[in-house]
């Protein structure tokens, strides 16, 4: 059974940086994508960015690119989101989630969610 469990959220003021972390355990995930999605009160959940756990490769949604990076440590099973020049508009819960990398838009692993929010 896979378990993800999320950490690092927080308040933070405008212009400020987080990082969050995703512990992943379960089973090997050396063909799995591992994700970052947020959503805010009163908006649909939106894609943040992923990361390759064996290649390492990475996609960033336009809102976050220069601003977040994504990064994993395959020796703790666990990917990390560096949050930089943070703004009001970043808050959301974010949630990190695990797919296969034969499945393309189906998350069947997600986390609790933790709070980032962004102070003006």
């Known amino acids: 059974q896979v378990q993800l469990v999320e950490s690092g959220g927080g308040l933070v003021q405008a212009g400020g940086s987080l990082r969050l972390s995703c512990a992943a355990s379960?089973?090997?995930?050396?063909?799995?994508?591992t994700g970052w999605f947020r959503q805010a009160p009163g908006k649909e959940r939106e894609f943040v960015a992923d990361i390759h756990w064996s290649r390492g490769s990475t996609n960033y949604a336009d809102s976050v690119k220069g601003r977040f990076t994504i990064s994993r440590d395959n020796a703790k099973n666990t990917v990390y989101l560096q949050m930089n020049g943070l703004t009001p508009e970043d808050t959301a819960v974010y949630y990190c989630?695990?797919?296969?990398?034969?499945?393309?838009?189906?998350?069947?692993?997600w986390g609790q969610g933790t709070q980032v929010t962004v102070s003006s």
């Open positions: 989630a695990v797919k296969s990398d034969y499945v393309k838009n189906v998350w069947p692993y």
């Open positions: 379960g089973r090997t995930f050396n063909n799995y994508v």
